[in-house]
C-alpha cells in the first residue's frame, strides 16, 4: 500500500491540516449535559456579502428590536471592501439605543452568553492564512454532549457545527464575537473593563435615561467602581436631576479622589443648582498640572462659566 | 518662540476646518466631561483633541471612498467613539471585513476538489 498518490495525499492532508492550526486534543467544549437553543432567534438569509448586517440584524431582533439587513446595511455594509468591519458592528446597535459588548475569547464566554439566553455574533475566518475569508454568523445554541454549535449562517438557518470546527474558523477570527445589551442589562460573567468601556462609548448617543440604566447596572455590580458613578452622574445631570448626580460625582471622588473629571463634573452639577462658591471650590481642588490638554481645556471651560455666573442661592440640601 | 506659536497656530487650523466640516455634536453639555474620556487610556492624550479631528475627516472621507452614501456616513460616524474612529482611520484599508459567505462555500469546494483529485476523497465520481 505505498502508492505514491496515497503518499501525496497524506503529504497534503497533513499541510492542510497545518494550515487550518488544527487545534489540541481533547474535549473543546466543557463537559456537561447542558444543551441550548434559542429557537426564537430570527433568520435573515443574506444576499451577497451582507452577512454582517443580517447578523446584526438577527442579534437585535432577538433584543426586540425590529431592523431589516437592508436597514443595518445602511449603518455597517462597506461596498469598497464588500464587507463589514468589527468596529462598526460593535457600534451600529446604539443608534438603536442597544450596547454592543465585545465577549471574552473563550467558548465558555459564548455558552454562557447563549445560557442567559443571549445569541453571539462571532466572526469566523474560514479562508487560509494567506488569504482570509471573513464571515459573520450567529451562535444560537450549543450541545455538550455532542460537542455541536448551532448557527445562523449565510443561507442555513440552523448550521451545525463541531466544536473542533467552530474553534478553527473562530481562532482564526481571533476569537472576536460580540452580544447586545438592552440599557441596564450586564452580560454573562461581566468583565468590568470591558463594560465600562462599552457604556462609555454608547453615552454620547444615548439617551439619558439608557445612559443612567447602562451605568446603573455597573454601579450595582462594581459598588466601588468610580467610572460606574461618574457615567450614572453624568446621566442624571443630562437629564437635570443635579442632586443625583452630585451624590454620584461625589460617590466617585470618595473613591478616588483624584479623578479630576468627576471634580470638574461636579463643579458644573455645582453651578447648575446656583451653588458658585462651591463650584469653585471644587475645581481650584483639582491639580491642573496632572492633567492633560484635554481635561485642562475642560477645567478652563468650567471656570470660565462659573466665572461668568451670577450667585445664586444654592439651594438647602444641595449640600451633603 | 516661533515654533511653538506656529504649532499652535496649524492647530488651531486644523481643528476650525474639521469642526465646521464635520459638525458633529456630542450629547454631552459643554463644560462636563465625558465618560469616555475617563475610562480612555490614551499615552499621548495631549495630542487627542486634534488628532480625533483629523481622525474624523479621514474616516469620513475613506467612507465616502469606499462607496458609502453620503447621507450615511456623516450619521455612521456619528455612532463612533473618538478611539474607535482612531482604529477605522488606522485600518480601514485592511481590518477584517466579514462579508465574504460565497467565497467561503467557493474554498470549501476548491479544498474538497483537491482531496478528491488526489484520491482522499471521492465524493465527485460516480458510484
Given at each position: 500500500m505505498t502508492h505514491p498518490r496515497r503518499a501525496a495525499s497524506l503529504v497534503l492532508a497533513a499541510c492542510v491540516l497545518v494550515l487550518c492550526g488544527c487545534a489540541a486534543r481533547g474535549?473543546?467544549?466543557?463537559?456537561?449535559?447542558a444543551i441550548v437553543e434559542l429557537a426564537d432567534t430570527p433568520f435573515y438569509p443574506q444576499e451577497a456579502h451582507q452577512c454582517g448586517p443580517a447578523a446584526l440584524a438577527t442579534v437585535l431582533g432577538a433584543s426586540h428590536v425590529a431592523v431589516t439587513p437592508e436597514e443595518m446595511e445602511q449603518r455597517v455594509y462597506l461596498p469598497g471592501r464588500r464587507g463589514s468591519l468589527q468596529v462598526e458592528m460593535l457600534a451600529a446597535p446604539r443608534a438603536s439605543a442597544r450596547m454592543g459588548y465585545q465577549v471574552q475569547p473563550e467558548l465558555a464566554d459564548i455558552t454562557a452568553q447563549l445560557d442567559a439566553g443571549r445569541p453571539v455574533l462571532v466572526l469566523h475566518n474560514y479562508g487560509l492564512p494567506f488569504w482570509p475569508r471573513w464571515h459573520y454568523a450567529v451562535v444560537v445554541g450549543y450541545d455538550s454532549p455532542k460537542e455541536q454549535l448551532v448557527l445562523r449562517s449565510g443561507k442555513v438557518q440552523r448550521q451545525i457545527l463541531s466544536a473542533r470546527n467552530f474553534m478553527r474558523a473562530w481562532d482564526n477570527a481571533d476569537r472576536w464575537g460580540m452580544v447586545v445589551l438592552k440599557p441596564g442589562e450586564l452580560p454573562a460573567a461581566a468583565d468590568k473593563e470591558r463594560y465600562l468601556e462599552a457604556a462609555a462609548n454608547f453615552?454620547?448617543?444615548?439617551?439619558p435615561q439608557d445612559a443612567w440604566a447602562a451605568f446603573d447596572a455597573a454601579v450595582r455590580q462594581w459598588p466601588d467602581e468610580a467610572v460606574a458613578r461618574v457615567g450614572r452622574g453624568t446621566a442624571s445631570y443630562r437629564a437635570m436631576d443635579y442632586r443625583a448626580a452630585a451624590a454620584d460625582y461625589r460617590a466617585a471622588l470618595q473613591i478616588d479622589a483624584t479623578q479630576a473629571g468627576a471634580r470638574n463634573n461636579l463643579a458644573m452639577t455645582l453651578l447648575e443648582m446656583g451653588c458658585v462658591g462651591e463650584a469653585r471650590r471644587e475645581l481650584d481642588a483639582?491639580?491642573?498640572?496632572?492633567?492633560?490638554s484635554r481635561m485642562r481645556d475642560e477645567v478652563a471651560d468650567t471656570r470660565k462659566q462659573i466665572d461668568g455666573a451670577h450667585r445664586e442661592a444654592c439651594p438647602a440640601g444641595a449640600m451633603p | 518662540m516661533i515654533k511653538p506659536s506656529k504649532w499652535r497656530a496649524a492647530a488651531v487650523a486644523v481643528l476650525a476646518v474639521a469642526i465646521t466640516n464635520v459638525g458633529f455634536l456630542n450629547a454631552a453639555q459643554a463644560g462636563i466631561v465625558a465618560t469616555n474620556a475617563i475610562v480612555r487610556t490614551d499615552r499621548d492624550a495631549n495630542m487627542a483633541t486634534i488628532r480625533d479631528q483629523l481622525d474624523r475627516s479621514e474616516v469620513k472621507a475613506q467612507m465616502e471612498k469606499m462607496g458609502v452614501d453620503a447621507a450615511s456616513v456623516d450619521q455612521r460616524i456619528a455612532a463612533l467613539s473618538d478611539s474607535e474612529l482612531h482604529s477605522l482611520a488606522k485600518q480601514m484599508q485592511d481590518a477584517p471585513a466579514g462579508g465574504d459567505a460565497i467565497a467561503v462555500i467557493g474554498v470549501v469546494f476548491l479544498v474538497l476538489l483537491i482531496l478528491e483529485l488526489v484520491g482522499i476523497i471521492d465524493i465527485f465520481k460516480k458510484a
Open positions: 474535549p473543546i467544549m466543557e463537559p456537561g449535559s453615552e454620547p448617543a444615548a439617551k483639582i491639580d491642573a498640572s496632572s492633567l492633560d | -
